[in-house]
């Protein structure tokens, strides 16, 4: 399995950015997917994660109500749709998958993870 996010970049405060992932695999929907961020100088934590069908959502605290995640399974993709976005949310954006089908927020189970991409946000 091999994930490829993309979409990050600078953005104001306030603004919006929609964060792609895009697997190489031969069963997408075997996975449930998540998002997981690196601040400067922390340690990784869990943003939100996604179900194997895409019906079941678990997400942060410190995102609910600003970011969205949704997947494609036929086109293999899963997007992280971020919203009224803070200085906080700066870090380093990866996604991973589980075969665990849960859309678990801890680390452990998941199994493959992305390369990373890299969201700044200004105030």
């Known amino acids: 399995v091999q994930l490829q996010a993309s979409g990050g970049g600078l953005v104001q405060a306030e603004g919006s950015l929609r964060l792609s992932c895009a697997a190489s695999?031969?069963?997408?929907?075997?996975?449930?997917m998540g998002w997981f961020r690196q601040a400067p100088g922390k340690e990784r934590e869990f943003v939100i994660a996604?179900?194997?069908?895409?019906?079941?959502?678990n997400s942060a605290d410190s995102v609910k109500g600003r970011f969205t995640i949704s997947r494609d399974n036929a086109k293999k993709t899963m997007w992280l749709q971020m919203n009224s976005l803070k200085s906080e949310d700066t870090a380093v954006y990866y996604c991973a998958a589980s075969s665990r089908g849960l859309g678990s927020a801890a680390e452990s189970d998941y199994d493959y993870w992305g390369q990373g991409t890299l969201v700044t946000v200004s105030s």
């Open positions: 996604i179900s194997r069908g895409g019906g079941s959502t």
């Open positions: 695999v031969r069963s997408f929907s075997s996975y449930s």
